[in-house]
């Protein structure tokens, strides 16, 4: 059976389903007698009345009690009622393994570290005496604290390997359900002997973990095949590629160590965890570019390694940056280094940026209550919040390292570090990057529909540097080559053919082109391009004199995080041999429904890391239409309300997002890049018949469809006035027409609901407001918002508009029509959001409102999951030296 929220077993209050397989349906709960969120498994209805299976269960909240371990799910409880068994479980706040791994590959240092806390959790089990039998990735939880062993459903009682305090946990279990020839586990990881049906050991999980850190370290799975007969026949007798033949940049003695665990007798794997544990130690404490070496005692530091983010690994870190980066090295080539950084939370991933000597990480992060850039020497242990830098975004560095630039509040300031009070030296509403040479010119991208301008660091006058070529609307991310004169830039969101990587230049004259596709790239002095090609980081050789690629792309990492709608990665490089990355961007979302006192009422659906944005209800409240941005594609996904299930909805490999409703609820009209600029088209809700062009070739996002549904609004980025509103009639001549047209930029407009009043967000006074205005016209436009405002939502009887004011609390207007104008009231606060902010948010044509008002007036909100943080920023020092092996 399936639990709603507000359902309640026992003390335990049900909060949402978090998933469900074949041995249990598994919730969030809150435990009500300690104010907890906790995780609850519960045997589905249709088996309970098996003995068999009945026994499995109650097998698995004994052989989890048995065990006490820093990554092994904790048990809390167990219970039954009205003839439901359920588990009370530890709540892990992450993601799978199984998740993970669908993005790539993971970093090597990273799978090594999973790997060497899985392998003491089953070395913890073995010991006591319990064999797993379903090691998978769907098994195990990664979370801030690392990998958690989950799942112990199938596991299998033998004699204990180590004696216990007190009593052996093997006399309190009863003996296995295994009859001969069952086949119990997932096929993808199961030993030989498991498919043939005979007997478990603990050497059958260590081949499962084997095929586990094949797929952690490669990206695939170990043993594949179409039908289940040919992935029996792979397992029994193929040997898997080698790690090496796959990731170059893995040390080569993973593959003696895998390949061992994956033999196809059981004598010949590693015959106990602990040997296992012990290889995997010596192997990440001896380096990426350890040779195949006998079997070692491992060294007393490996203790240290494992601690990683530890005060003792922090100044190993520290002292070996020096040692290699200072100078203090011997003259053999360069060692290539690795170690993580772990930033406090964060809803910009993507804004961090190396010093040009690599010393110095700048980044943004929360601190003290607001966001703020911050400075981490790479040589310490600490970071320095930057005063004066609130709200900051995509820092970029001086020559000298000196001063440090960024976008905030509309504008470009720089902040001399440390201890300088930031300067403004131009309006940018919206900027995309900048770049500053060494003659102290500073050129950068002003917003999302604009060319790149210059101003003299020392303040002055923009002036525009490039011009759009036909089909091009934005050129963003500049980066000074050496001359100092000339500059990579991305011409992005523009028609096909129009599209790329160019060379432009301080002295005027055509651009030059460079790479032909949209793609996020990092200039690296004197001659090297990082390229991002769907999260795979590749170097390109680079002639800055000729502005050519040269030879073939190499291979540097996977699963480089980045952002398809802003065409920008998560990286930063300098010439000095540091590379700075992020393996993914997006904090983990979920929608929530909140009532006016701010009071969370219940969650939508599982805490998502796919960055949801733009949830849009529909007419009846039934569903909502989202956007998620999966292994690096935007798409607009539909969210069953009631069930929290998502389903995809467009399925091009373009960018596709920003859907509304039509007002009967029949249609979807949804944002599209896929014929080269963004335009729109239309498409039946249920998801059947072709999805049909709207308007044409021109930049523009669709935001509501009138109640009456004669006329959509949307927003239209056009260079020299920004973006405007503008509407379309969906009958008739279909002849667009200008709704706000000014120099400023507006934006998330919004229909009333009875289709005679826009609101809409703009700029003009120099801060952001919302305004109302009667629609089509005539009339002029009503100030709604004080000191500031965003996200306009209407309730669903036209009497309220509600705003995010800028310190986030969620205001709430009266409305009253008064002939052509409107009467607003005084802005009253309801409570504080925690709205999602960062990646998806604001993508091209303007933003888009966070939240949505369903029509019994609560909220559905987007919101981070509380506790839930961006990946750590790994570090590669001398990162060309694998290049050259």
């Not at 030989?192 to 797929?215: H, K, W």
């Not at 397992?235 to 040390?251: C, E, F, G, N, R």
């Not at 004199?545 to 930063?572: E, F, K, N």
């Not at 000014?742 to 009043?757: C, H, I, K, L, N």
Request: aromatic fraction near 8%.
């Amino acid at each position: 059976m399936s639990l709603g929220p507000g359902a309640r077993l026992g003390p335990y209050e049900i909060l949402s389903a978090l998933g469900a397989g074949g041995m249990g349906e598994v919730y969030r709960a809150r435990d009500t007698r300690l104010d907890r969120t906790v995780a609850i498994k519960v045997l589905p209805a249709h088996v309970s009345g098996d003995l068999v299976l009945r026994e499995r269960f109650e097998r698995e909240a004994r052989a989890i009690a048995a065990l006490n371990h820093p990554h092994i799910c904790t048990l809390h409880d167990v219970g039954r009622q009205d003839g439901i068994d359920f588990l009370v479980m530890e709540y892990l706040d992450g993601e799978t393994l199984a998740s993970r791994l669908a993005k790539g590959a993971l970093p090597v240092d990273v799978a090594l570290r999973h790997g060497i806390e899985i392998a003491d959790a089953l070395d913890k089990a073995h010991r006591a005496g319990i064999v797993h039998r379903d090691l998978k990735p769907g098994n195990i939880m990664l979370t801030k604290s690392g990998a958690t062993l989950l799942d112990f459903g199938l596991a299998k009682v033998t004699p204990a390997a180590v004696a216990t305090s007190g009593l052996s946990v093997a006399p309190t279990l009863q003996t296995p359900v295994t009859m001969q020839g069952t086949i119990l586990g997932t096929l993808q990881y199961m030993a030989p002997e498991q498919i043939e049906g005979q007997g478990a050991d603990a050497r059958t999980d260590i081949f499962a973990f084997g095929a586990v850190l094949y797929e952690m370290l490669t990206g695939r799975q170990a043993f594949e095949g179409k039908t289940q007969a040919s992935l029996i026949g792979a397992i029994l007798k193929d040997t898997p590629a080698s790690i090496a033949s796959l990731q170059p940049l893995t040390p080569p003695a993973l593959d003696r160590v895998i390949s061992t665990c994956l033999a196809k007798d059981s004598d010949e794997r590693w015959q106990t965890m602990r040997d296992l544990l012990r290889e995997l130690k010596w192997v990440a404490n001896t380096g990426a570019a350890a040779p195949v070496a006998p079997a070692a005692t491992s060294p007393r530091r490996s203790r240290h390694r494992i601690a990683w983010g530890g005060a003792v690994i922090a100044s190993l870190v520290a002292a070996a940056f020096a040692l290699v980066l200072y100078g203090r090295r011997p003259a053999s080539e360069p060692v290539l280094t690795r170690f993580e950084i772990q930033t406090p939370a964060t809803s910009e991933p993507m804004s961090f940026a190396l010093s040009p000597d690599g010393r110095s990480l700048a980044f943004v992060a929360t601190a003290d209550g607001a966001s703020r850039l911050l400075i981490r020497p790479l040589d310490q242990v600490t970071s320095q919040t930057i005063a004066g830098t609130e709200d900051a975004i995509f820092p970029f560095w001086s020559p000298d390292g000196r001063t440090i630039a960024f976008f905030a509040g509309g504008k470009l300031k720089i902040v001399d570090v440390p201890g300088g009070s930031p300067r403004v030296l131009a309006d940018a509403p919206s900027g995309r990057g900048g770049t500053w040479n060494r003659d102290g010119v500073v050129v950068f991208a002003p917003s999302t529909a604009a060319v790149l301008m210059r101003v003299p660091a020392t303040g002055g006058t923009p002036a525009a540097v490039t011009r759009f070529a036909t089909g091009q609307n934005s050129h963003r991310w500049p980066q000074f080559l050496p001359d100092g004169r000339r500059f990579l830039f991305e011409a992005a969101q523009g028609q096909k053919g129009a599209q790329g990587v160019f060379v432009g230049s301080l002295d005027g004259g055509e651009p030059t082109r460079v790479l032909d596709d949209e793609t996020a790239v990092t200039y690296v002095p004197p001659g090297t391009l990082l390229v991002l090609r769907r999260g795979a980081l590749v170097a390109l050789s680079f002639d800055p004199a000729r502005a050519a690629v040269i030879g073939d792309a190499m291979p540097v990492t996977q699963s480089v995080g980045w952002d398809a709608t802003m065409v920008r990665g998560a990286l930063a490089a300098s010439s000095t041999g540091v590379l700075a990355y992020r393996t993914g961007l997006a904090v983990r979302r979920q929608l929530a429904w909140v009532d006016r006192t701010g009071t969370v009422r219940g969650i939508v659906g599982p805490a998502d890391e796919n960055a949801p944005a733009g949830p849009e209800l529909s007419p009846d409240g039934r569903r909502a239409a989202i956007f998620r941005t999966v292994e690096g594609n935007t798409d607009v996904w539909l969210l069953d309300v009631a069930r929290g299930v998502p389903s995809r909805f467009t399925f091009e490999d373009h960018v596709d997002f920003f859907p509304v409703w039509s007002p009967d609820g029949q249609r979807i009209v949804f944002g599209s890049n896929r014929n080269g600029t963004y335009d729109f088209f239309e498409k039946s809700a249920s998801g059947v018949g072709e999805e049909k062009p709207l308007l044409g070739q021109l930049t523009a996002l669709p935001m509501a469809i009138s109640s009456d549904g004669r006329f959509l609004l949307y927003g239209a980025q056009v260079p020299k006035t920004g973006v405007d509103l503008w509407a379309l009639p969906l009958t008739g001549d279909r002849k667009p027409f200008p709704v706000v047209l000014t120099p400023f930029d507006e934006m998330a407009g919004q229909f009333s609901p009875d289709g005679r009043w826009v609101a809409y967000q703009s700029n003009e006074s120099g801060r952001v407001e919302v305004y109302v205005r009667p629609f089509p016209g005539p009339g002029g436009q009503s100030q709604v918002s004080q000191a500031g405002g965003t996200q306009a939502r209407w309730r669903p009887d036209g009497k309220e508009l509600f705003y995010v004011a800028p310190d986030s609390r969620l205001m709430a207007v009266g409305v009253t029509p008064d002939g052509q104008s409107i009467d607003a009231g005084p802005p009253v606060p309801l409570f504080v959001t925690r709205l999602a902010t960062g990646m998806n948010v604001y993508p091209a044509v303007g933003t888009k409102p966070q939240y949505a008002v369903a029509p019994d007036g609560r909220f559905l909100m987007n919101m981070p999951v509380e506790g839930s943080t961006a990946p750590p920023i790994t570090v590669v020092l001398n990162w060309e030296a694998a290049l050259k092996k």
